[in-house]
């Protein structure tokens, strides 16, 4: 896939897997980096691909322990490093973010790009080794705290409940798996393997830098070039919208803890890149986005049956998620409610200032953004991963350009799939009761 940028800002393009984007401004006293190798999610290597950049981070052949990369992060004027594993929708990111003082608001006007884009390329092509591996001491190191935070997981009920519905959605599709992997592939972790897995995600996966700053992009250019091989990277795969596979279905899941967490999953047939998707931010901003939201106000502030209530959209694989934290006995009755509000906005019941407040949000959110460099990589890097999409000012205009019908007719398509509700103890809901009977 080559896509050449043009919103935002941005300049540049993605061809034969490698890609550069560059977003030159004087807006920022500081140079933001970030380099990502873009894997497709599978669940034999989605452990090693979480591990990866922790051991990148850690020494390179020229700094070779973790003191040696921060004592040069000093010598850089006081830049940050950060190395990370991410997700969007069925793709794992390794990623390496790199910040640093533009030299042109230093004494002496130095080079800070140059300096930067040269630590960067050491992190990425000389990784610190011993006898040709990763070294055993670091790996089992991080193979522990990888392991506690798989583990660690379920102390986060909010996003377990979470994970846990789009696992039942995804059935079986890679957008499904968790970007830590899991417990019992860690032990196929050797310094062998590792390096082995590194030196092929290095040679052969797709990779894209981002650069945000008063920068020239022609050196960002050149210096993406260094990865262009005989052989070309694979191609940037095309994320394959979600597809509904089930209607009503609920499914529950008991666990020691304090609070229900009810969570539905909603088909709506609309990715990034289609043209009704700003109708859609509306519809999903009026229903839940916001304080001032149906499900906030309705469920959380009139009923009185939730500490949060909230709708999110999936831009990339065209789903929505509802999800409220609820009393166990309030299931039923924050359901319908639920349900209520998503009928309401179905039937165009928008208020005028509902409709005024929403846009008002988004007006914020977008300018925000512009003024963080590190999520204007963020946005953008969805837009080049689906292949095109409004961001930015001219996300703004389309918002503000969409109408109350536009609302209503994307909201006759949106289908509940699949309700997931996490929940202390095993008198289920009359619900619940229900649908295990049927």
Request: a negative charge.
């Amino acid at each position: 896939m080559s896509v050449t940028a043009k919103d935002e800002g941005f300049v540049g393009q993605t061809h034969q897997g490698v890609g550069w984007y560059c977003f030159p401004t004087s807006r920022f006293k500081t140079i933001t980096l970030h380099a990502f190798i873009i894997n497709e999610l599978n669940r034999e290597e989605a452990a090693f691909g979480a591990i990866l950049p922790h051991m990148l981070q850690h020494g390179t052949k020229k700094w070779p322990s973790f003191m040696q990369m921060e004592q040069h992060l000093e010598e850089l004027y006081g830049a940050s490093l950060r190395a990370e594993v991410g997700k969007i929708a069925d793709k794992q990111l390794i990623s390496v973010h790199l910040e640093i003082v533009n030299g042109q608001y230093l004494p002496g006007k130095p080079d800070t790009l140059s300096l930067a884009l040269e630590f960067l390329q050491e992190i990425l092509d000389y990784p610190y080794t011993q006898n040709g591996v990763f070294p055993e001491d670091v790996l089992n190191q991080e193979k522990d705290l990888l392991r506690r935070q798989i583990l660690g997981l379920i102390n986060d009920k909010g996003q377990y409940a979470l994970s846990r519905l789009i696992e039942a959605m995804a059935d079986g599709s890679r957008f499904g798996l968790r970007k830590l992997g899991r417990i019992e592939d860690l032990e196929k972790i050797t310094p062998h393997t590792l390096y082995d897995y590194y030196q092929k995600v290095h040679n052969t996966h797709p990779m894209i830098l981002f650069a945000v700053g008063d920068i020239n992009p022609e050196i960002i250019e050149q210096f993406i070039g260094n990865y262009h091989t005989s052989q070309p990277r694979r191609a940037l795969g095309s994320i394959e919208p979600y597809r509904a596979h089930f209607h009503d279905r609920l499914l529950t899941e008991h666990r020691d803890i304090r609070q229900g967490k009810l969570n539905l999953g909603y088909h709506t047939g609309i990715t990034l890149t289609n043209g009704d998707y700003p109708a859609l931010m509306m519809y999903a901003g009026i229903l839940g986005g916001f304080p001032h939201s149906k499900l906030f106000v309705n469920v959380r502030e009139k009923a009185s049956l939730a500490y949060y209530a909230y709708a999110r959209l999936e831009a990339l694989l065209g789903y929505m998620i509802v999800g409220a934290g609820i009393e166990f006995e309030d299931f039923d009755a924050a359901f319908d409610i639920i349900r209520q509000q998503v009928d309401a906005v179905r039937q165009g019941e928008i208020s005028d200032q509902e409709w005024d407040f929403t846009l008002r949000a988004f007006d914020n959110d977008i300018l925000a953004e512009e003024d963080n460099p590190s999520q204007l990589i963020a946005r953008h890097l969805e837009s080049v991963m689906a292949g095109g999409g409004l961001f930015g000012e001219p996300l703004r205009k389309a918002l503000h350009e969409v109408t109350s019908e536009q609302v209503k007719h994307v909201a006759q398509d949106i289908s509940l799939d699949t309700v997931f509700f996490l929940t202390r103890t095993k008198d289920l809901t009359t619900v619940a009761r229900e649908a295990d009977e049927s």
